[in-house]
């Protein structure tokens, strides 16, 4: 089993529309959770974090977090083209270091 | 700008030279992360960093890489006597201060492309 698991894509939405990107984990006692976003031939940009069970939202954004599951979810509301990239789950089970999930690519189309 | 910074963006080395990639934390960051992303796979750990001690190792291959964060200067990594698997995009990330084992956001710097010939 892979740490760090996504939905595989290409995930492809009709502009305005709602993308639902999945990740679980496997260590259960990892505390940190992070979403990146990655423009091709780009280098990583953080767009949310989230360290308790429940809803967290920024924007368009919102990332859900259930522990007991071992389930991180990023939502991205009225979806837009410049949305479309690769979206990273990141974990950090202790440490510092962060494991990555291998992303899901999307497709905003307009 | 006040972002991570890496140098050089592009390196093209032979089979068997050495490639040196440096990075330098954003202002006030004191922590450096540094990973590697191969074609068409994800983000590796390499290796976590404090000023003047390596915090965790665990994803460092175990034979021609190195990785220093000195007191003054950029952190640097090293790998010698490059080969064709080496060619991958190598990113530096920062985060503030805290204890070791602290979970804090990670910001990337751009990056270096790495291509052995």
């Not at chain 1, 089993?1 to 999945?22: C, R």
């Not at chain 1, 599951?69 to 089970?93: E, G």
């Given at each position: 089993?892979?740490?760090?698991?996504?939905?595989?894509?290409?995930?492809?939405?009709?502009?305005?529309?709602?993308?639902?990107?999945?990740?679980?984990?496997?260590?259960?006692?990892?505390q940190?959770?992070?979403?990146?976003?990655?423009?091709?031939?780009?280098?990583?940009?953080?767009?949310?974090?989230?360290?308790?069970?429940?809803?967290?939202?920024?924007?368009?954004?919102?990332?859900?977090?259930?522990?007991?599951?071992?389930?991180?979810?990023?939502?991205?509301?009225?979806?837009?083209?410049?949305?479309?990239?690769?979206?990273?789950?990141?974990?950090?089970?202790?440490?510092?270091?962060?494991?990555?999930?291998?992303?899901?690519?999307?497709?905003?189309?307009? | 700008n006040?972002?991570?910074?890496?140098?050089?963006?592009?390196?093209?080395?032979?089979?068997?030279?050495?490639?040196?990639?440096?990075?330098?934390?954003?202002?006030?960051?004191?922590?450096?992360?540094?990973?590697?992303?191969?074609?068409?796979?994800?983000?590796?750990?390499m290796?976590?960093?404090?000023?003047?001690?390596?915090?965790?190792?665990?994803g460092?291959?175990k034979?021609?890489?190195?990785?220093?964060?000195?007191?003054?200067?950029?952190?640097?990594?090293?790998?010698?006597?490059?080969?064709?698997?080496?060619?991958?995009?190598?990113?530096?990330?920062?985060?503030?201060?805290g204890?070791?084992?602290?979970?804090?956001?990670?910001?990337?710097?751009?990056?270096?492309?790495?291509?052995?010939?």
């Open positions: 089993q892979k740490e760090v698991e996504q939905n595989s894509g290409p995930l492809s939405v009709p502009e305005g529309a709602i993308a639902s990107l999945n990740c679980t984990y496997s260590d259960r006692g990892s940190s959770f992070f979403w990146y976003r990655q423009y091709s031939g780009k280098s990583p940009e953080l767009i949310m974090s989230i360290y308790s069970n429940g809803d967290k939202e920024d924007g368009r954004f919102t990332a859900q977090l259930n522990k007991a599951s071992q389930y991180v979810s990023l939502l991205i509301r009225d979806s837009q083209p410049s949305d479309s990239a690769t979206y990273l789950c990141a974990v950090n089970p202790q440490g510092g270091k962060l494991i990555f999930g291998q992303g899901t690519e999307l497709s905003v189309k307009p | 006040a972002g991570v910074m890496q140098n050089p963006r592009h390196l093209v080395r032979r089979r068997g030279q050495e490639a040196r990639l440096r990075c330098s934390p954003m202002k006030g960051h004191s922590h450096v992360y540094w990973y590697r992303q191969l074609p068409e796979e994800g983000l590796k750990f290796v976590y960093l404090q000023k003047e001690n390596i915090i965790d190792e665990s460092m291959p034979e021609r890489f190195s990785a220093e964060f000195p007191k003054e200067g950029p952190s640097i990594l090293r790998i010698q006597q490059v080969v064709r698997g080496d060619s991958a995009a190598y990113f530096c990330a920062s985060s503030p201060p204890l070791a084992g602290d979970s804090y956001e990670q910001y990337f710097g751009p990056g270096t492309r790495l291509t052995v010939t």
